[in-house]
């Protein structure tokens, strides 16, 4: 490769090229390349790069760039497409010409977006800090469902996971696992659980310490995806799959081998590397084209955070002084969250300095999440995506790692076997279609992909591969909570406080993540649920109703009411004084088993610094309404 010694541009790319051929090609300055090229003259190599093949083949331009990097066995497909597509081999001469034509304008720029060294950056650190995060989240996951499992789905649940899995089993036969895939199928009853989180928990720390990192990651996925199965509607949050989905593609990324420390030198898939940074790139803007698909007002004229502090399922103290904030805050705030997920994430295919601004406003946008709500780990997971935005060169920068040389090889992607290679050519692209095929299916009701996509789709659904995301697409502005009063005699009642929901007046909101206490968040369902059924009681009968058959009667006209058997049976097992139901509580193993409750529906709001000031109170609630009267634990209905 010949090019012009004296351009500041041309040496910094050539810098560049050197890292991705290595040894395979020789970079020559035409200034001390000699007569020995004729009959190329000075003026050729003064307007574009040259690349003289061991066979005297003579290129110029992107033709140069292309064969160059063909010959090294980088990139060879750009050669393929510029010999065989006549406007790609156009549009890149043109943007060749281009750019040696403006050398100093492409000098800024790629300072701009590159920085001063343009070689290939390696991500060896990048990869050991996001396997150390990921075995972070995992631990979080497993431990924060196993200390509420016995309440959720124990023997004596809400929702048997035992009694679960054997109807499955029943119903599927052979078939059942890959319809409910979960290892409890082959374990012996509620036992068979708390053997998947504790050998969660232990594959994680193996992961953490980097022993066998991707035999690690394979049980923590199929352990994970054994709980999201037990787990049902407990488990069914948009960070569980998340997970999940981030947890397989992080089996293909991670080194095979026995132990990996910080300066063991492993190559990199750039392959898995692309798909996780694909997964973040579908996280962050599909997050808000549901906002947009969805129409809601309140994301299109930015007054949904107005609402979104105060009606969120598990809001925070914090939330309360964000509730407070001017209407145009609010307003700038949602267009600046837009911003973020709307156009941030075609950054993360951009260049470098690109990718790191990228990094920090996405990042900043979780940081702000996780600061004002209680979301579980999914600020932190997608943190740790991020992570992949950063190359081992701004690492060390921020952290000083001293452990470990700058090794080219890291990411060489080319030195991998053939076969290896075009597997995870393959993979890619079937990851690819078959997530663009999907989302197009959410938005498009009418798109049908091919039947072979169709039915991968189809068989691949229940381990949660390939996942559409997106939160919030339409806000919710009023905050309707249920409130369970229980009774011994039927005349004085009791409010029954849960740990973590709105409910007492005074009680201040409170940080709970990581952990997700799941019971409070599916009660913030069913709130909104119930006050759908509060209001058809208005609209049809101009009051609330009467009695428990009259309720009842009610639900089992409503299909939808099937999702929420589990809050009947919660009710039922209050009733019977359950107490790993009540351990879900705040002081709920307390006491004796009450001979009656009542639901009622109430209307939940912030309120004010005056009058937190002189109440006391951080809620302040109205528009009661009677959802479900008196009822003993022998009159109740299960759906």
Same mark, same amino acid.
């Given at each position: 490769?010949?090019? #012009?010694? /004296?351009?500041?541009?041309?040496s910094l790319w050539?810098?560049?090229w050197?890292?991705l051929?290595q040894?395979q090609v020789?970079?020559?300055p035409?200034?001390k390349?000699g007569d020995?090229?004729h009959p190329?003259k000075?003026? /050729?190599f003064? *307007?574009?790069v040259?690349y003289?093949t061991?066979?005297?083949?003579?290129f110029s331009?992107?033709?140069?760039?292309?064969?160059?990097l063909a010959d090294a066995?980088v990139?060879?497909?750009l050669?393929?497409l510029?010999n065989r597509? &006549? @406007?790609?081999?156009?549009c890149?001469e043109?943007g060749?010409?281009f750019?040696?034509?403006?050398?100093?304008?492409?000098?800024f720029m790629t300072?701009i977006?590159w920085?001063q060294?343009?070689?290939?950056?390696t991500y060896?650190l990048?990869?050991?800090i %996001?396997?150390?995060?990921?075995?972070?989240?995992?631990?979080?996951a497993?431990l924060?469902?196993w200390?509420?499992a016995?309440g959720?789905?124990?023997q004596?649940?809400i929702l048997p996971?035992?009694?679960?899995?054997?109807?499955?089993?029943h119903?599927l036969?052979?078939?059942a696992?890959f319809n409910?895939?979960?290892?409890?199928?082959?374990?012996?009853?509620?036992?068979?659980?708390g053997?998947i989180?504790?050998l969660?928990?232990?594959?994680?720390?193996?992961?953490f310490i980097?022993m066998?990192?991707?035999i690690?990651?394979?049980?923590l996925w199929l352990?994970?995806?054994?709980?999201?199965?037990?787990g049902?509607?407990?488990?069914?949050?948009?960070w569980?799959?998340?997970?999940?989905e981030?947890? +397989?593609?992080?089996i293909?990324?991670?080194?095979?081998?026995?132990?990996?420390?910080?300066k063991?030198?492993v190559? @990199?898939?750039a392959?898995?590397?692309f798909l996780?940074?694909?997964?973040l790139?579908?996280?962050?803007?599909?997050s808000g084209?549901?906002?947009?698909?969805s129409?809601d007002?309140?994301w299109? #004229?930015l007054?949904a955070?107005s609402?979104?502090?105060?009606t969120?399922?598990l809001?925070?103290?914090?939330?309360?002084?964000?509730h407070?904030?001017p209407?145009?805050?609010h307003?700038f705030?949602t267009g600046?969250?837009?911003? @973020?997920?709307?156009?941030v994430p075609?950054?993360i295919f951009g260049?470098?300095?690109?990718?790191y601004f990228?990094f920090?406003?996405?990042?900043?946008?979780?940081?702000?999440?996780?600061?004002?709500?209680?979301?579980?780990? +999914?600020n932190l997971?997608?943190l740790v995506?991020?992570?992949?935005l950063? /190359?081992?060169g701004?690492? *060390?920068?921020i952290?000083?790692?001293h452990q470990?040389?700058?090794?080219?090889?890291?990411?060489?992607?080319? *030195?991998n076997?053939y076969?290896?290679k075009?597997?995870?050519?393959?993979?890619v692209?079937?990851v690819?279609?078959l997530?663009?095929?999907?989302?197009?299916?959410?938005?498009?009701p009418n798109?049908?992909?091919?039947?072979s996509?169709?039915?991968?789709?189809n068989?691949?659904r229940?381990f949660?591969i390939?996942?559409n995301?997106g939160l919030f697409?339409v806000?919710?502005?009023r905050?309707?909570e249920l409130?369970?009063?229980t009774? #011994?005699?039927g005349?004085e009642?009791?409010?029954?406080?849960?740990?973590?929901k709105?409910?007492a007046l005074?009680?201040?909101?409170?940080f709970?993540?990581?952990?997700q206490?799941r019971?409070?968040w599916q009660?913030?369902f069913?709130?909104? %649920?119930?006050?759908r059924?509060?209001?058809?009681f208005?609209k049809?009968?101009?009051?609330?109703p009467? &009695?428990p058959e009259e309720h009842?009667?009610?639900?089992?006209q409503a299909?939808?009411?099937k999702r929420?058997?589990?809050f009947?049976?919660?009710?039922?097992? @209050?009733?019977?004084?359950?107490k790993d139901v009540?351990s879900?509580?705040?002081n709920?193993?307390a006491g004796?088993?009450? *001979?009656?409750?009542?639901v009622?529906?109430?209307?939940?709001h912030?309120?004010?610094?005056a009058?937190r000031?002189k109440?006391?109170?951080?809620w302040?609630?109205?528009?009661q309404r009677?959802?479900?009267?008196?009822?003993s634990?022998e009159?109740?209905?299960?759906?």
């Open positions: 490769m010949i090019y #012009d010694g /004296d351009c500041g541009f041309c050539i810098s560049r050197k890292s051929t040894d020789n970079y020559i035409f200034q390349a020995e090229y190329l000075t003026e /050729d003064e *307007k574009s040259h003289i061991t066979k005297k083949e003579v331009g992107a033709g140069a760039v292309f064969k160059s066995s990139h060879q497909f050669f393929w510029y597509m &006549s @406007i790609f081999k156009n890149t043109i060749y010409r750019i040696a034509n403006n050398r100093r304008i492409s000098s300072y977006f920085g060294s343009l070689e290939k950056p060896h990048s990869r050991w %996001f396997l150390k995060l990921i075995a972070i989240v995992y631990i979080i497993f924060s469902f200390i509420q016995d959720l789905v124990g004596n649940g996971a035992n009694e679960f899995f054997q109807s499955v089993a119903q036969g052979s078939s696992f409910v895939p979960s290892l409890q199928l082959f374990l012996p009853g509620y036992s068979g659980l053997l989180c504790g969660g928990l232990v594959f994680s720390l193996t992961l980097g066998m990192p991707r690690s990651l394979i049980f352990l994970y995806l054994s709980v999201v199965a037990a049902q509607r407990f488990l069914s949050f948009q569980d799959i998340l997970l999940l981030c947890g +397989f593609l992080s293909f990324f991670s080194p095979g081998v026995w132990f990996y420390r910080l063991t030198p190559p @990199i898939s392959g898995m590397l996780l940074r694909w997964l790139f579908r996280l962050m803007f599909f084209i549901t906002k947009l698909a129409g007002s309140a299109w #004229d007054t955070l609402f979104h502090y105060e969120q399922p809001t925070t103290w914090t939330a309360w002084y964000a407070q904030f209407i145009w805050l307003r705030s600046a969250m837009f911003g @973020i997920e709307l156009a075609f950054l260049p470098r300095r690109l990718r990228a920090v406003l996405i990042s900043s946008l979780m940081i702000l999440i996780a600061f004002t709500g209680n979301y579980t780990y +999914f997971l997608t995506l991020c992570v992949l950063l /190359d081992d701004i690492i *060390k920068k952290i000083p790692f470990i040389k700058n090794h080219n090889s890291l990411f060489v992607f080319s *030195k076997s076969v290896k075009s597997s995870i050519f393959i993979l692209c079937l690819v279609i997530s663009a095929s999907n989302t197009a299916m959410r938005y498009y798109f049908s992909p091919y039947a996509i169709q039915k991968l789709l068989t691949i229940p949660h390939i996942n995301y697409s806000m919710t502005v905050r309707p409130i369970i009063e009774s #011994d005699d005349n009642w009791k409010e029954i406080e849960f740990k973590w709105a409910g005074e009680k201040r909101p409170q709970v993540q990581p952990h206490p019971m409070d009660m913030w069913a709130a909104l %649920f119930y006050e059924v509060a209001e058809y208005k049809n009968y101009e009051r609330d009467v &009695s009842f009667s009610l639900m089992k299909p939808i009411s929420y058997r589990w009947y049976l919660f009710l039922k097992q @209050i009733l019977e004084g359950e009540l879900l509580l705040e709920g193993t004796t088993a009450p *001979k009656y409750l009542r009622w529906l109430y209307d939940y912030f309120t004010s610094f009058e000031s109440s006391g109170n951080w302040k609630r109205d528009n009677l959802i479900l009267p008196k009822i634990k009159g109740i209905w299960i759906p």
